[in-house]
């Protein structure tokens, strides 16, 4: 099945090229690759999806741009405008040529006329902050006026409605790794390719918090740590020379609990205990383990943050740790 997979075919062409030099344009190779076609579908469908939800949550950020009305008449200068102004995969730019209290009429590239309605634009109420937006949209002109360029799409289960969209400014990925053999069988580094080829699953660093706890405490499981281990949920105070001030590590819900289990600890994410644990291991014996699940040793902190996944790694990395441990 043919699939938009655009991140992965610029892996495989970066790997090719390393692999054959340029010959590789020229020499009739070709790729086979483990991604499953339903997977990476789903996939960048889940992300999407994803980032547009949190987006529109976030509100309406306004228009692209703004047409006078001279500017509106021009059909060759409405054109060029709209051919240039960028858009996502699967939205298209328009201008807004009238509005009633109720529905808006536009124009597209290709010269045909959009309607507008309120169900339409019911999302966006406008940005104010990042946590704050305004009152959802009583009539049209809340949200759009005559000469805004805006993007639009068509709906999915009804494409003779449109809607208005925006791109959203957040960005994220998702990468799928099967446990059994390790093969990425999908992957999405952003939002657009089109927009931004960074690839954020292999090269955005940050810092996986507490899904790096498991790898902790698997190197305490190792060392001899059975699940029922008791250790002591009580504040802890550290004066590390390498950091700027006293270090005073809670838990997220600001509680501390007493003698906990190693295993209730790990599903209950205990900040305290995962610290009071990388600290009875050892930091250097801690790496040892970690590092036999793809961690790279030299980027990993030599102290008890350690704990609280300060390390910065991509997304891939942390998948496919899990994958070995699934494995």
């Known amino acids: 099945q043919d699939i938009s997979a655009p991140y992965i075919a610029e892996m495989a062409r970066i790997k090719t090229l390393e692999l054959f030099g340029t010959d590789a344009y020229t020499s009739g190779l070709h790729d086979y690759l483990t991604i499953r ?36 008449e021009d059909a060759h200068f409405l054109n060029e ?33 959009i309607e507008l309605d309120m169900d339409g634009v019911a999302w966006a109420q406008s940005f104010i902050d990042i946590n704050r937006t305004g009152p959802k949209p009583a009539q049209m002109r809340d949200v759009l006026t005559t000469g805004d360029i805006v993007e639009i799409r068509k709906e999915k289960d009804n494409p003779s409605r449109w809607r208005l969209v925006q791109t959203p400014q957040v960005q994220g990925a998702l990468v799928s790794i099967s446990p059994r053999d390790g093969a990425i069988e999908a992957l999405v580094g952003g939002y657009d390719f089109t927009l931004s080829h960074y690839n954020r699953a292999t090269q955005a660093k940050r810092q996986p918090g507490s899904n790096f706890k498991p790898f902790i405490y698997l190197a305490a499981l190792e060392k001899g740590n059975p699940a029922a281990t008791l250790i002591n949920d009580a504040p802890i105070v550290f004066d590390d020379k390498t950091l700027e001030a006293v270090g005073r590590p809670e838990n997220s819900s600001g509680k501390f609990y007493g003698p906990t289990r190693l295993r209730k600890a790990l599903y209950n994410t205990r900040n305290l205990v995962s610290i009071r644990l990388l600290k009875s291991t050892g930091i250097r014996d801690t790496i040892n383990v970690v590092k036999r699940f793809g961690f790279d040793p030299d980027s990993l902190p030599k102290d008890l943050s350690l704990a609280l996944g300060s390390a910065a790694m991509t997304p891939l990395t942390v998948a496919t740790g899990y994958a070995m441990l699934a494995n």
């Open 37 to 72: 076609s339903d997977c990476q579908i789903a996939a960048g469908q889940a992300l999407r999806k994803g980032l547009e939800s949190y987006d529109h949550r976030h509100g309406y950020r306004g228009l692209l741009n703004n047409l006078s009305s001279k500017q509106l």
């Open 81 to 113: 405008i709209l051919t240039k102004t960028p858009a996502a995969e699967g939205n298209q730019t328009a201008a807004v040529i009238s509005t009633t209290e109720t529905s808006a009429t536009l124009t597209n590239q290709f010269g045909e006329s």
